[in-house]
């Protein structure tokens, strides 16, 4: 009996010790860049460190992979590759377009897989208005309502009440009327909005022409892609609309990726875009890794279990309903 005491007597300390010691679930959580050429895989993988998750409890593991090709189908085919190898529990992609198109191709990898997506720069963070109600994408970046606001401060602080609105019929261009119809009407401000033109660019030059010539004001509001606005705005410039006393206040939908400006974009053009250069691409990858974290670790203390970690996207969901194992808690 003695030997036996002795021996429970030293084996009680390690147990303390490897009590102390806690076991986390590993959440592998892949970065994936496109087209930016002065960031390394090192560096985003020094981005976090173990120190950032001492209150979460899950262990992140960054899974690292820079792609030169951002067209959709590259896009899914990145994705899927490397799914396919390692288990992901979560992405953050960024790129160094202005398309909105990889928007498009991520929500629908989401929809597909259930696996959240954050769009953290660059043609993944041009937001979208309609996302699939199965997806989980999440996207770094104003909303529309938000920018339609803030173009109307800056004709409010320059005295430009008198307006016209233009806009195509992409996705969100109602929101954003409604946005503007809404806070026009229930302001003190004297607004005056002379026409809300909806143009559909599909039926060419002669209909377009006839719509612009509508307008009569110096400012004109604008909502469309940025491919459709260089159609448009060509068509105003020989309409002479486009000249020194004209100014075309468009969102960051239209402007997209500012080094990358069209020819036909006008000089008297004016654009609400995201702060890029207050927020830098790795604090974006740094807070795209922590947001999918800190929602894995929270359903963890409250579900006590993580999203099982994907690792196909090949095969569509059958029902409509979302998995009950996602993020999108």
């Given at each position: 009996?003695?030997p036996?005491?002795e021996?429970?007597?030293?084996?009680?300390?390690l147990?303390?010790?490897?009590?102390?010691?806690?076991s986390?679930?590993?959440?592998?959580?892949?970065v994936?860049l496109?087209?930016t050429?002065?960031?390394?895989?090192r560096?985003?993988?020094?981005?976090?460190t173990r120190e950032?998750?001492?209150d979460?409890?899950?262990?992140v593991?960054?899974?690292?992979?820079?792609?030169?090709?951002?067209?959709?189908?590259?896009?899914?085919?990145?994705?899927?590759?490397?799914?396919?190898?390692?288990?992901i529990?979560?992405?953050?992609?960024?790129?160094?377009?202005?398309?909105?198109?990889?928007?498009?191709?991520?929500?629908?990898?989401s929809?597909?897989?259930s696996?959240?997506?954050?769009g953290?720069?660059?043609?993944?963070?041009?937001?979208?208005?309609?996302?699939?109600?199965?997806?989980?994408?999440?996207?770094?970046?104003?909303?529309?309502q938000?920018?339609?606001?803030?173009?109307?401060?800056?004709?409010?602080?320059?005295?430009?009440?008198?307006?016209?609105?233009?806009t195509t019929?992409?996705p969100?261009?109602?929101?954003f009327i409604?946005?503007?119809?809404?806070?026009?009407?229930?302001?003190?401000?004297?607004?005056d909005?002379?026409?809300i033109?909806?143009?559909?660019?599909?039926?060419?030059?002669?209909k377009?022409?006839i719509?612009?010539?509508?307008?009569?004001?110096?400012?004109?509001?604008l909502?469309?892609?940025?491919?459709?606005?260089?159609?448009?705005?060509?068509?105003?410039r020989?309409?002479?609309?486009?000249?020194?006393?004209?100014?075309?206040?468009?969102?960051?939908?239209?402007s997209?990726?500012?080094e990358?400006?069209?020819?036909?974009?006008?000089?008297?053009?004016?654009?609400?875009s995201y702060?890029?250069?207050?927020?830098s691409?790795?604090?974006?990858?740094?807070?795209?890794?922590?947001?999918?974290?800190?929602?894995?670790?929270?359903?963890?203390?409250?579900?006590?279990?993580?999203?099982?970690a994907?690792?196909?996207c090949?095969g569509?969901?059958?029902?409509?309903?979302r998995?009950?194992?996602?993020?999108?808690k």
């Amino acid at each position: 009996l003695k030997p036996l005491l002795e021996i429970h007597t030293l084996l009680a300390p390690l147990d303390l010790v490897h009590g102390a010691e806690k076991s986390y679930p590993i959440l592998n959580i892949a970065v994936i860049l496109g087209r930016t050429k002065y960031i390394t895989e090192r560096d985003i993988r020094g981005l976090w460190t173990r120190e950032m998750s001492a209150d979460l409890t899950v262990d992140v593991n960054v899974v690292t992979l820079l792609v030169n090709q951002t067209d959709p189908k590259s896009i899914i085919t990145h994705v899927c590759d490397l799914m396919s190898g390692t288990k992901i529990h979560g992405v953050v992609f960024g790129d160094d377009t202005d398309q909105e198109a990889v928007a498009q191709i991520l929500d629908f990898i989401s929809s597909q897989t259930s696996i959240p997506i954050l769009g953290i720069h660059g043609g993944a963070s041009m937001i979208m208005a309609d996302k699939d109600v199965m997806s989980t994408f999440f996207q770094f970046g104003a909303s529309i309502q938000q920018e339609a606001i803030v173009m109307l401060k800056i004709m409010q602080d320059y005295d430009w009440h008198v307006f016209s609105l233009v806009t195509t019929t992409f996705p969100g261009y109602r929101d954003f009327i409604n946005v503007i119809k809404t806070t026009v009407e229930n302001s003190f401000v004297g607004w005056d909005m002379q026409n809300i033109i909806v143009l559909d660019t599909a039926f060419g030059d002669a209909k377009t022409q006839i719509q612009l010539k509508k307008i009569h004001s110096s400012v004109i509001l604008l909502y469309c892609s940025k491919d459709e606005a260089v159609y448009i705005l060509d068509e105003a410039r020989s309409l002479g609309l486009t000249g020194y006393d004209f100014f075309w206040i468009v969102p960051s939908l239209v402007s997209g990726n500012t080094e990358i400006t069209p020819k036909e974009f006008p000089s008297g053009l004016i654009s609400a875009s995201y702060d890029e250069w207050d927020y830098s691409l790795e604090a974006r990858v740094r807070d795209g890794l922590g947001i999918i974290a800190t929602a894995a670790s929270a359903m963890l203390e409250k579900y006590s279990f993580i999203p099982e970690a994907k690792t196909s996207c090949y095969g569509q969901l059958e029902k409509n309903d979302r998995p009950s194992h996602t993020l999108h808690k």
